[in-house]
C-alpha cells in the first residue's frame, strides 16, 4: 500500500505507476470498498491521510476541506456554525460490513452516496462548487471554484461525483453548505398501502412545505421505534424557525389528517444506510424511478424487503442473493429509471454489472471521457463497468 | 440559408462589438434533422455553431465565416408536463419564461430566471448554465435540469439524465453550461418548483457601501437565505430614478433590494430578521413594498438598470464576475479606482447574496480608443475578481467575450484537462471552434502525447 500524505504524494505516485504500466485502487478509509466490481489492482493508493480543514467560511456558506476528512469531522465544525451539508452525506459502512462512522467525504462524494435531505437540497454532485485532482496523466489540475455562482469552463467537480474514483484521485474539495433550520419534527402517516403512501408523499413534495425528507417503510420491515404502522407507514420531516414550523404542521395536517409527531430523526438515517435491512440474506439494489412510477417496480417485484426515500424515487430494493437484477432492471427500464447493485457477494458484483449497462452509444462516450482523464488506465479499472 | 440577407438576421449575439455572417444557416425542426446535419458536417469537417435566441452576452452564439451556424428557435414545442414528478420535457428553442407560463396554472414555475427570459431558450440556458436572480436559494440551470438528449458532433444521439438520472457518470453535468462546444441539445427534462405561497420585498438604504456589504454578509450569516438580495449603487440609483422613478432614495450611497419567501409565517420571520440586520448593519431606512403594485415598481427599477444606464452613454459593456462576499467593500474601491484610470463612467449592479457582479462600462465606440479601453476596463475587472478569489464569470459564459482571460483563473495544466475532454465529445474540433479556450489545440496532442511543461502544442495557432 502506498500512503500519500500530500497532493505532491499522490503525484509521484501516479508518475511510477504509469511509468511501470500498473493500476492504483484509490483508497481512504475502505467503508465502501465492496461497493462496485471488485478489481485486481497492482496497489493501493491510500489517500486518507490527505485530511483537514482548509478553509471554512460561514458567512460565505463554503468549505474547503482535504478529501480524507472524515465526515463525522465536518459534520461536527458544520454543527458549531448552525450550518450543514445539504445533501445529507450517508455512511454505507454498516450495510457494507466495514467499518461505521469513518467514511470520508472524498469517498462519499465519489460513491454519490446521498441522503433524505437531498431531495431538497440536491445531491452532492449540486453541493461540490470546486476541485483539485491529479490525473491519469499525473498532473494536478483545479477546476470549478470557491464561490456559489460560477461557470467558467466546464463543471468538472460535478463529473468526479458518482465516478467511484475511475476518473483521478482527488486532493481538495470545496463545497456549499446551508444554515441549519432551528427545528425539526418528524411526522408519522400509519397504515398506507405503498400506491397511497408514495402518492401522499408526493403531494407534500408537490407543496411548498419543502419537506426535507418524505421516506416510506413497509410493516415487513419492522423499525420498533415508530410502533404499529399497519401495512406500512409514511414519514416526512419538516424544518424551520419556531412559528413557521407550526403552519407548515398544519398545512401538512391538511394533506394527511392522520400525520402525527414522532421522536424518529435517525430513521431517515437508518433508511439511507440501509442498516434496516441487518441481518438479512439478500441482496440490496438501489433503484431510481420517477416517483409516480415507484409503487408499480415494488408491486412488480413483489419483494417484502424494501424501503423508499425521496417520495419514492429513491428505492431500496432487496432481492434473492445472487440473482442477476435482469427482471428489476427490465422494469426500471420501462419506468424511466435504472437500478444498481449495492451490495452483494463479490462472484454476484464480478458476473452482474452494479452500475445499469448503456445503451451503445453512451457507453463509447463513458469511455472516450474516461480516457480523457485516464488514457492509460491508472485509476481503479473496471470499478463501474468492465472498461472503465 | 445562404444568401446575405437572411445570414444578416444571424450574425452575431447580445455581445453586440463582434458581427460575423455564418457559411450557411440551418433552423432543424426535428432530432433527426439536427444528426443528419451533423453527420454531414462531420463528413466535410465543417465547423458547427449552435445558437438559441442569440441572447448570450459572452458571443457564444457568435458565427464563425467558414461554419454551419444551427439555429434551434424552430424545435420550440413542450414535450409533456408531468406535475407528478414535478418536470417538464421540452425542445431546446422554447424560451425560458414560457416554461413558467406553461406550469403556473398549477403554482408551479421554473426557478432559472436570467435577465433575457422572455427572449432567451432552455437550450441556450443549457449552453450557457444560465443563473438570474434566484440563485443563491434556487440554484443555476444545472441544479434545476433532469436530463437532456444531446446530439454528438457525427450525428450520434446520447440521453445524459433523465427524469431520475441514468445512474453512470455525471456528463450531465458536463453538458450545463458546456458553451455548445460538447454537442446540441435537442430535449431537454427541467425541474419545476412549487411556487412559494408569499413573497415579501424589502429595500434597505445605505450611507455607505461598506455597510451594506457588511448587512449582507449578517444576513447569510444569520442562517437566512434570501430568494434574491440585490444591490445597486449611487449611480444606479441616480440613472434608474431618472429614467423610471422607482422610488429609490438619491441620497444613498447603495440600496439592497432583499426578497423572502417561503409559507406566510417563514417569510415573516426571515422579513422581521432582515430589518433587524439591516438596521444594524447600519440601513438609514428600511421600507418594505406593502402591495404587488409597490413590490412591481421596486423590482422595475432594478430591472431597468441596463436601459437606464444605456441613456447615459451610447455604448455599454455588461461585465459578469463572481467574488467572495467578504472581499466586497475592497472591490468596489478598486473599481472606482480604475474608472479614473481608463477615463471611463460605471455602475454597479450585482446579485450580492452570491457575490455574483455586474459593473456596466458606459463609453461611445465611435469616441477614439474608447471600445479598447472598456475592454481593457472590464478585462482588469475580471483579473480582480480572480485576485480576490472569485472567477471571471457567474453566469454569462465565457464565450469569445472572456476566452483570452481563462488563464488569468486556469493553468495550462487546468485547461489542458478540459480541452482533453471537450476532444472526448469532439475529437475533430468541430464544435463552436474559438470559444472559452484560447488556444486552439488538436485532440490527437492533447490525448496522447505527454504535454511538456503544461504547454499544449501550436500556441500560435491562428484563432478563428
Same mark, same amino acid.
Given at each position: 500500500?502506498?500512503?500519500?500524505?500530500?497532493?505532491?504524494?499522490?503525484?509521484?505516485?501516479?508518475?511510477?505507476?504509469?511509468?511501470?504500466?500498473?493500476?492504483?485502487?484509490?483508497?481512504?478509509?475502505?467503508?465502501?470498498?465492496?461497493?462496485?466490481?471488485?478489481?485486481?489492482?497492482?496497489?493501493?493508493?491510500?489517500?486518507?491521510?490527505?485530511?483537514?480543514?482548509?478553509?471554512?467560511?460561514?458567512?460565505?456558506?463554503?468549505?474547503?476541506?482535504?478529501?480524507?476528512?472524515?465526515?463525522?469531522?465536518?459534520?461536527?465544525?458544520?454543527?458549531?456554525?448552525?450550518?450543514?451539508?445539504?445533501?445529507?452525506?450517508?455512511?454505507?459502512?454498516?450495510?457494507?460490513?466495514?467499518?461505521?462512522?469513518?467514511?470520508?467525504?472524498?469517498?462519499?462524494?465519489?460513491?454519490?452516496?446521498?441522503?433524505?435531505?437531498?431531495?431538497?437540497?440536491?445531491?452532492?454532485?449540486?453541493?461540490?462548487?470546486?476541485?483539485?485532482?491529479?490525473?491519469?496523466?499525473?498532473?494536478?489540475?483545479?477546476?470549478?471554484?470557491?464561490?456559489?455562482?460560477?461557470?467558467?469552463?466546464?463543471?468538472?467537480?460535478?463529473?468526479?461525483?458518482?465516478?467511484?474514483?475511475?476518473?483521478?484521485?482527488?486532493?481538495?474539495?470545496?463545497?456549499?453548505?446551508?444554515?441549519?433550520?432551528?427545528?425539526?419534527?418528524?411526522?408519522?402517516?400509519?397504515?398506507?398501502?405503498?400506491?397511497?403512501?408514495?402518492?401522499?408523499?408526493?403531494?407534500?413534495?408537490?407543496?411548498?412545505?419543502?419537506?426535507?425528507?418524505?421516506?416510506?417503510?413497509?410493516?415487513?420491515?419492522?423499525?420498533?421505534?415508530?410502533?404499529?404502522?399497519?401495512?406500512?407507514?409514511?414519514?416526512?420531516?419538516?424544518?424551520?424557525?419556531?412559528?413557521?414550523?407550526?403552519?407548515?404542521?398544519?398545512?401538512?395536517?391538511?394533506?394527511?389528517?392522520?400525520?402525527?409527531?414522532?421522536?424518529?430523526?435517525?430513521?431517515?438515517?437508518?433508511?439511507?444506510?440501509?442498516?434496516?435491512?441487518?441481518?438479512?440474506?439478500?441482496?440490496?439494489?438501489?433503484?431510481?424511478?420517477?416517483?409516480?412510477?415507484?409503487?408499480?417496480?415494488?408491486?412488480?417485484?413483489?419483494?417484502?424487503?424494501?424501503?423508499?426515500?425521496?417520495?419514492?424515487?429513491?428505492?431500496?430494493?432487496?432481492?434473492?442473493?445472487?440473482?442477476?437484477?435482469?427482471?428489476?432492471?427490465?422494469?426500471?427500464?420501462?419506468?424511466?429509471?435504472?437500478?444498481?447493485?449495492?451490495?452483494?457477494?463479490?462472484?454476484?458484483?464480478?458476473?452482474?454489472?452494479?452500475?445499469?449497462?448503456?445503451?451503445?452509444?453512451?457507453?463509447?462516450?463513458?469511455?472516450?471521457?474516461?480516457?480523457?482523464?485516464?488514457?492509460?488506465?491508472?485509476?481503479?479499472?473496471?470499478?463501474?463497468?468492465?472498461?472503465? | 440559408?445562404?444568401?446575405?440577407?437572411?445570414?444578416?438576421?444571424?450574425?452575431?449575439?447580445?455581445?453586440?462589438?463582434?458581427?460575423?455572417?455564418?457559411?450557411?444557416?440551418?433552423?432543424?425542426?426535428?432530432?433527426?434533422?439536427?444528426?443528419?446535419?451533423?453527420?454531414?458536417?462531420?463528413?466535410?469537417?465543417?465547423?458547427?455553431?449552435?445558437?438559441?435566441?442569440?441572447?448570450?452576452?459572452?458571443?457564444?452564439?457568435?458565427?464563425?465565416?467558414?461554419?454551419?451556424?444551427?439555429?434551434?428557435?424552430?424545435?420550440?414545442?413542450?414535450?409533456?408536463?408531468?406535475?407528478?414528478?414535478?418536470?417538464?420535457?421540452?425542445?431546446?428553442?422554447?424560451?425560458?419564461?414560457?416554461?413558467?407560463?406553461?406550469?403556473?396554472?398549477?403554482?408551479?414555475?421554473?426557478?432559472?430566471?436570467?435577465?433575457?427570459?422572455?427572449?432567451?431558450?432552455?437550450?441556450?440556458?443549457?449552453?450557457?448554465?444560465?443563473?438570474?436572480?434566484?440563485?443563491?436559494?434556487?440554484?443555476?440551470?444545472?441544479?434545476?435540469?433532469?436530463?437532456?438528449?444531446?446530439?454528438?458532433?457525427?450525428?450520434?444521439?446520447?440521453?445524459?439524465?433523465?427524469?431520475?438520472?441514468?445512474?453512470?457518470?455525471?456528463?450531465?453535468?458536463?453538458?450545463?453550461?458546456?458553451?455548445?462546444?460538447?454537442?446540441?441539445?435537442?430535449?431537454?427534462?427541467?425541474?419545476?418548483?412549487?411556487?412559494?405561497?408569499?413573497?415579501?420585498?424589502?429595500?434597505?438604504?445605505?450611507?455607505?457601501?461598506?455597510? /451594506?456589504?457588511?448587512? @449582507?454578509?449578517? +444576513?447569510?450569516? %444569520?442562517?437566512?437565505?434570501? *430568494?434574491?438580495? !440585490?444591490?445597486? =449603487?449611487? &449611480?444606479?440609483?441616480?440613472?434608474?430614478?431618472?429614467?423610471?422613478?422607482?422610488?429609490?432614495?438619491?441620497?444613498?450611497?447603495?440600496?439592497?433590494?432583499?426578497?423572502?419567501?417561503?409559507?406566510?409565517?417563514?417569510?415573516?420571520? /426571515?422579513?422581521?430578521? @432582515?430589518?433587524? +440586520?439591516?438596521? %444594524?448593519?447600519?440601513?438609514? *431606512?428600511?421600507? !418594505?413594498?406593502? =402591495?404587488? &403594485?409597490?413590490?412591481?415598481?421596486?423590482?422595475?427599477?432594478?430591472?431597468?438598470?441596463?436601459?437606464?444606464?444605456?441613456?447615459?452613454?451610447?455604448?455599454?459593456?455588461?461585465?459578469?464576475?463572481?467574488?467572495?462576499?467578504?472581499?466586497?467593500?475592497?472591490?468596489?474601491?478598486?473599481?472606482?479606482?480604475?474608472?479614473?484610470?481608463?477615463?471611463?463612467?460605471?455602475?454597479?449592479?450585482?446579485?450580492?447574496?452570491?457575490?455574483?457582479?455586474?459593473?456596466?462600462?458606459?463609453?461611445?465606440?465611435?469616441?477614439?480608443?474608447?471600445?479598447?479601453?472598456?475592454?481593457?476596463?472590464?478585462?482588469?475587472?475580471?483579473?480582480?475578481?480572480?485576485?480576490?478569489?472569485?472567477?471571471?464569470?457567474?453566469?454569462?459564459?465565457?464565450?469569445?467575450?472572456?476566452?483570452?482571460?481563462?488563464?488569468?483563473?486556469?493553468?495550462?495544466?487546468?485547461?489542458?484537462?478540459?480541452?482533453?475532454?471537450?476532444?472526448?465529445?469532439?475529437?475533430?474540433?468541430?464544435?463552436?471552434?474559438?470559444?472559452?479556450?484560447?488556444?486552439?489545440?488538436?485532440?490527437?496532442?492533447?490525448?496522447?502525447?505527454?504535454?511538456?511543461?503544461?504547454?499544449?502544442?501550436?500556441?500560435?495557432?491562428?484563432?478563428?
Amino acid at each position: 500500500m502506498i500512503s500519500a500524505q500530500t497532493e505532491a504524494d499522490v503525484i509521484d505516485a501516479v508518475r511510477d505507476a504509469r511509468a511501470k504500466s500498473r493500476t492504483l485502487e484509490i483508497m481512504s478509509r475502505g467503508t465502501k470498498r465492496a461497493y462496485g466490481r471488485p478489481m485486481s489492482c497492482d496497489d493501493v493508493l491510500n489517500v486518507s491521510a490527505l485530511s483537514g480543514i482548509v478553509k471554512y467560511e460561514p458567512a460565505e456558506l463554503i468549505l474547503t476541506v482535504l478529501p480524507g476528512t472524515p465526515v463525522a469531522e465536518i459534520t461536527t465544525l458544520l454543527d458549531s456554525k448552525h450550518q450543514r451539508l445539504g445533501f445529507e452525506p450517508v455512511d454505507w459502512g454498516a450495510m457494507l460490513g466495514t467499518a461505521t462512522g469513518k467514511s470520508t467525504i472524498g469517498g462519499v462524494l465519489s460513491a454519490d452516496v446521498n441522503g433524505a435531505a437531498a431531495i431538497r437540497y440536491g445531491r452532492a454532485r449540486d453541493s461540490l462548487l470546486g476541485i483539485r485532482a491529479v490525473n491519469g496523466l499525473a498532473e494536478s489540475y483545479k477546476a470549478g471554484g470557491k464561490v456559489v455562482k460560477n461557470v467558467t469552463g466546464f463543471d468538472l467537480p460535478k463529473l468526479m461525483c458518482g465516478a467511484m474514483g475511475t476518473l483521478g484521485v482527488l486532493t481538495e474539495v470545496t463545497l456549499r453548505v446551508y444554515p441549519k433550520p432551528p427545528q425539526s419534527v418528524s411526522l408519522i402517516v400509519r397504515d398506507v398501502s405503498v400506491e397511497d403512501g408514495f402518492a401522499l408523499l408526493r403531494r407534500v413534495w408537490q407543496s411548498p412545505l419543502e419537506a426535507t425528507a418524505l421516506a416510506y417503510i413497509p410493516a415487513s420491515v419492522p423499525i420498533t421505534q415508530l410502533g404499529y404502522v399497519g401495512e406500512g407507514a409514511a414519514l416526512i420531516r419538516l424544518e424551520g424557525a419556531h412559528e413557521p414550523l407550526k403552519e407548515k404542521i398544519a398545512a401538512l395536517l391538511a394533506i394527511a389528517r392522520s400525520a402525527q409527531p414522532i421522536e424518529a430523526a435517525n430513521v431517515f438515517d437508518s433508511i439511507s444506510r440501509g442498516t434496516i435491512f441487518a441481518g438479512r440474506n439478500c441482496d440490496l439494489w438501489r433503484v431510481s424511478v420517477p416517483s409516480s412510477e415507484a409503487a408499480g417496480i415494488v408491486r412488480q417485484m413483489g419483494s417484502s424487503v424494501f424501503a423508499a426515500d425521496w417520495a419514492g424515487g429513491s428505492l431500496w430494493i432487496g432481492l434473492d442473493a445472487g440473482g442477476n437484477g435482469a427482471e428489476l432492471r427490465a422494469h426500471c427500464e420501462r419506468a424511466d429509471g435504472q437500478a444498481t447493485l449495492v451490495k452483494a457477494d463479490e462472484e454476484t458484483r464480478q458476473r452482474v454489472a452494479p452500475f445499469p449497462p448503456e445503451p451503445a452509444a453512451r457507453r463509447a462516450l463513458t469511455r472516450s471521457v474516461k480516457a480523457a482523464f485516464d488514457p492509460q488506465n491508472v485509476f481503479n479499472p473496471g470499478r463501474m463497468w468492465k472498461a472503465v | 440559408m445562404a444568401d446575405t440577407a437572411g445570414l444578416a438576421a444571424f450574425d452575431g449575439d447580445a455581445l453586440t462589438a463582434y458581427r460575423q455572417k455564418a457559411l450557411a444557416c440551418v433552423l432543424p425542426k426535428t432530432k433527426e434533422q439536427v444528426s443528419a446535419v451533423l453527420k454531414f458536417a462531420g463528413e466535410e469537417g465543417i465547423a458547427i455553431v449552435p445558437r438559441g435566441a442569440g441572447t448570450s452576452l459572452s458571443g457564444g452564439a457568435l458565427p464563425l465565416a467558414d461554419a454551419i451556424l444551427m439555429g434551434m428557435g424552430r424545435m420550440n414545442r413542450i414535450l409533456e408536463i408531468d406535475y407528478e414528478n414535478r418536470c417538464v420535457v421540452t425542445e431546446p428553442g422554447v424560451t425560458n419564461l414560457s416554461i413558467t407560463r406553461a406550469v403556473e396554472v398549477r403554482g408551479f414555475y421554473y426557478a432559472p430566471d436570467p435577465s433575457s427570459q422572455i427572449a432567451c431558450t432552455v437550450g441556450g440556458n443549457v449552453a450557457e448554465n444560465s443563473g438570474g436572480i434566484h440563485c443563491l436559494k434556487y440554484g443555476l440551470t444545472t441544479h434545476n435540469l433532469l436530463g437532456v438528449e444531446m446530439v454528438l458532433p457525427g450525428g450520434d444521439r446520447v440521453r445524459l439524465g433523465g427524469k431520475a438520472g441514468d445512474g453512470g457518470l455525471d456528463l450531465l453535468g458536463i453538458a450545463a453550461g458546456s458553451e455548445g462546444l460538447l454537442g446540441i441539445v435537442v430535449e431537454a427534462t427541467l425541474r419545476i418548483l412549487p411556487k412559494p405561497p408569499v413573497t415579501r420585498t424589502l429595500m434597505a438604504a445605505f450611507r455607505s457601501v461598506p455597510d /451594506a456589504g457588511q448587512c @449582507v454578509a449578517d +444576513i447569510i450569516g %444569520a442562517g437566512v437565505i434570501p *430568494a434574491a438580495m !440585490e444591490f445597486m =449603487d449611487k &449611480n444606479c440609483i441616480g440613472a434608474v430614478e431618472d429614467y423610471c422613478s422607482p422610488g429609490y432614495p438619491r441620497d444613498a450611497e447603495g440600496i439592497l433590494i432583499i426578497e423572502v419567501d417561503g409559507v406566510a409565517a417563514e417569510a415573516a420571520h /426571515a422579513a422581521e430578521r @432582515v430589518t433587524e +440586520i439591516a438596521k %444594524a448593519a447600519g440601513a438609514s *431606512a428600511v421600507t !418594505e413594498a406593502f =402591495d404587488e &403594485n409597490e413590490r412591481i415598481r421596486l423590482w422595475a427599477g432594478r430591472k431597468a438598470a441596463f436601459p437606464a444606464m444605456g441613456r447615459l452613454a451610447p455604448d455599454m459593456l455588461c461585465m459578469d464576475g463572481t467574488i467572495p462576499r467578504h472581499a466586497l467593500p475592497r472591490v468596489l474601491i478598486r473599481m472606482a479606482e480604475m474608472s479614473k484610470k481608463y477615463g471611463l463612467g460605471f455602475c454597479n449592479v450585482f446579485h450580492a447574496g452570491d457575490g455574483n457582479l455586474h459593473p456596466l462600462i458606459i463609453f461611445d465606440v465611435m469616441k477614439e480608443g474608447e471600445l479598447a479601453r472598456a475592454e481593457a476596463f472590464g478585462a482588469a475587472i475580471l483579473q480582480l475578481c480572480v485576485e480576490v478569489g472569485g472567477v471571471l464569470t457567474g453566469e454569462h459564459g465565457v464565450g469569445v467575450e472572456k476566452r483570452d482571460l481563462m488563464p488569468v483563473m486556469f493553468t495550462d495544466a487546468d485547461l489542458a484537462q478540459q480541452q482533453r475532454l471537450k476532444c472526448a465529445f469532439d475529437s475533430a474540433g468541430l464544435f463552436n471552434p474559438g470559444k472559452v479556450f484560447p488556444t486552439l489545440s488538436a485532440c490527437v496532442e492533447l490525448g496522447h502525447m505527454h504535454v511538456k511543461g503544461g504547454r499544449v502544442p501550436f500556441p500560435n495557432l491562428p484563432r478563428f
